[in-house]
């Protein structure tokens, strides 16, 4: 990995979304705080540096300013929106509140001449959203792009390697941002677009035998995406010296924890520990209603169990987690930040169990990166495609308190209605999708029986970050299948619902 850009973050919404980019046109890039000084950047030997956008302006004095020597590093620079105005203010030129707020979308002329603006169409539109504007080039600039509003769109000093331009080449709403970026990297960083998966796995997996040493290493694996590719990734580097714990709460879906027991015996036989837990918990959520009760029970619970297991395995040297680089970047714990917290995943437990050496493998993946290391590695698809699951998992999708024979319901009618979406070729049309044990019972009539049972309700949502979310329109006859077997098959079931209410102000759970 001896090219990467490193993108300096100065707050701007977009800056993890910048990073994604480079990445998809093959270069590695990290995010380091806007404070790392000059001297520390040049230690990270970077090919380049991108300066992100920021809520700021910099026409206030406590606006965020970084080391003026990263203009001087000989690395290509190229500022992003806040990026440009700072390059354009710290360099001796002028930069102003505009008379009109150009925001949204601006048709741009481009000069294609350019090596930034190579292959593109001469006007299309770009994405604005920023108050301020360069009015005055500092000296050696020029205006290589301009929209009727602003005559400097975009601004280039060939000699010095400096760029800016004051859209976001970075969001989907600039059609031809990502060839911008692709300019950018190619022909002025010059490089070369080889960063892939593949070399990603070796030189983890290099780096962790440097760091495990002759050693051993603890893991949890949930069943989630992030512990089974961290697993993987271990135990190519150190074999069964990685020794995995795996709490079975009773709250996973049906064949997943026989699908975990499978995987890391058969394809990557680890040191495995399996801890059947399912009436400890059970036995703890007795009689709980509230919701967040349950999930600190929970929570707790799953400490206690992990840590009494790991007793009993004996001092192993490393632990490691399955941390990701969006719980990096929002626990502010990026190379060079003042501020290092902890990640909130596990919480404090590595310490606590004695650990001072912590392995964090893909710390520096995106989501979509993480899958794709996994099948890399050789992990079963339905593993690494796997929709997010809440950590307490169906334990939150039975209303109120629990019993087993609610789980079972909540359970058998989830792996029909999996089954039945992915015959219909749906599943990767969806985000999420699952069924929620209301408690609500009523009256039906099956054979010439009357009966008063429970009310399962389908949620599926399709939505980019969770945070908002649409509730996904599946074709009625669909629906109607999945439902007439979830009340023929599920015993205590004969009414199914379908939840049709976006967030907010819902949330996606129902607890
Ligand atoms: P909500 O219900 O907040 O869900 O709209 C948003 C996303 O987060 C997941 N979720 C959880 N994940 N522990 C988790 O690990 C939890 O307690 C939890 N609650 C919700 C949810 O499945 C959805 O993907």
Redesign the pocket.
């Known amino acids: 990995m001896s090219q990467r850009i490193l993108i300096l973050d100065f707050g701007g919404q977009y800056t993890q979304l910048i990073a994604r980019r480079v990445r998809q046109a093959k270069v590695y890039s990290y995010v380091v705080p806007w404070r790392t000084p000059a001297d520390e950047l040049r230690k990270m030997d970077p090919t380049g540096i991108i300066l992100s956008g920021s809520p700021a302006s910099v026409r206030f004095t406590d606006a965020p300013r970084c080391d003026p020597g990263v203009f001087t590093l000989g690395v290509p620079v190229l500022g992003i929106c806040y990026g440009m105005q700072l390059m354009a203010s710290m360099l001796g030129g002028q930069v102003a509140a505009g008379d009109k707020r150009e925001y949204g979308l601006a048709q741009t002329t481009f000069n294609t001449t350019h090596r930034l603006f190579a292959d593109m169409p001469r006007q299309s539109p770009t994405w604005m959203s920023h108050n301020d504007g360069v009015t005055m080039l500092p000296p050696g600039f020029v205006s290589i792009a301009h929209t009727a509003d602003c005559p400097n769109a975009a601004m280039a000093d060939d000699d010095r390697r400096l760029y800016g331009v004051q859209f976001h080449p970075e969001v989907t709403h600039t059609p031809e941002g990502m060839r911008i970026i692709a300019s950018f990297l190619r022909h002025i960083c010059g490089c070369t677009g080889d960063w892939d998966m593949h070399g990603y796995a070796e030189t983890a997996v290099a780096r962790i035998r440097e760091a495990v040493g002759t050693g051993s290493v603890l893991l949890g694996l949930s069943g989630g995406v992030d512990s089974a590719v961290t697993a993987a990734l271990i135990y190519r580097a150190i074999g069964d010296r990685l020794h995995c714990v795996f709490v079975d709460h009773g709250f996973m879906r049906k064949g997943e924890p026989e699908r975990v027991r499978e995987v890391f015996t058969s394809f990557f036989p680890v040191h495995l520990t399996c801890v059947d837990a399912a009436d400890r918990f059970l036995d703890k959520l007795k009689g709980v209603s509230d919701p967040e009760q349950k999930?600190k029970i929970i929570g707790s619970e799953f400490v206690a169990v992990f840590r009494e297991e790991a007793a009993k395995l004996g001092k192993l040297d490393h632990f490691a987690q399955g941390t990701i680089y969006p719980d990096v970047i929002e626990s502010g714990a990026v190379p060079g930040s003042n501020v290092i917290k902890s990640h909130h995943n596990v919480g404090g437990l590595p310490r606590e169990l004695g650990f001072t050496s912590l392995v964090e493998p893909l710390r520096m993946l995106f989501k979509d990166e993480v899958r794709a290391l996994g099948l890399v590695l050789g992990l079963p698809k339905d593993m690494v495609q796997r929709?997010?699951?809440?950590?307490?998992g169906l334990a939150?999708r039975v209303v109120g308190d629990l019993t087993r024979e609610k789980l079972h319901i909540v359970r058998e009618s989830d792996a029909i209605l999996r089954e039945e979406i992915d015959r219909a070729h749906l599943t990767d049309t969806l985000?999420?999708f699952?069924t929620v044990l209301t408690n609500v019972r009523s009256v039906g009539v099956m054979g010439d029986e009357r009966t008063y049972f429970a009310a399962v309700a389908i949620r599926a949502v399709i939505?980019d970050d969770?945070?908002t979310?649409d509730w996904a329109r599946i074709p009625y006859d669909t629906l109607a299948h999945i439902s007439r077997r979830i009340v023929n098959e599920v015993p205590g079931v004969n009414r199914v619902l379908l939840d049709v209410t976006t967030?907010p102000p819902?949330?996606?759970?129902?607890?």
Request: overall charge neutral; charged content about 20%.
């Open positions: 999930r929709q997010p699951f809440p950590g307490p939150i985000s999420q699952f939505t969770f945070m979310a967030k819902a949330s996606i759970e129902w607890e």
